[in-house]
């Protein structure tokens, strides 16, 4: 049974830091591409970010507007997101997804974790 955690939302006022861990367990961790997406309140779930699969930490991309803030990584069954210099556009929920290159079959999801940029 494959499970993602997430864990490390909170409050934060603008500006500061914050580090997402997504624990992950029940797959070959490496062989799969790591995301993290996020929903703001009325909105629809959106890419935030994605390392590519490979025991070595892969290749990653970010959506244009957290690129510079945010950094993901992955290590042993563990993906994080670092993410810098908060506004409080960031607020939303935010979701680790595992995604198989190949298999159509693998793709998963976190229950979710809240992330609100406030002062």
């Known amino acids: 049974q494959v499970q993602l955690v997430e864990s490390g939302g909170g409050l934060v006022e603008p500006g500061g830091s914050l580090r997402l861990s997504c624990v992950a367990s029940?797959?070959?961790?490496?062989?799969?591409?790591m995301g993290w997406y996020r929903q703001a309140p009325g909105k629809q779930r959106e890419f935030v970010t994605v390392i590519t699969s490979g025991s070595s930490g892969g290749s990653s991309n970010y959506e244009n507007s957290v690129k510079c803030r945010f950094t993901i990584s992955r290590y042993k069954n563990t993906v994080y997101l670092q993410m810098n210099s908060l506004k409080p556009e960031d607020t939303a929920d935010y979701y680790c997804?595992?995604?198989?290159?190949?298999?159509?079959?693998?793709?998963?999801w976190g229950q979710g974790t809240q992330v609100t940029v406030s002062s």
């Open positions: 997804n595992a995604k198989h290159p190949i298999l159509t079959a693998g793709d998963y």
């Open positions: 029940g797959l070959s961790f490496s062989a799969y591409h």
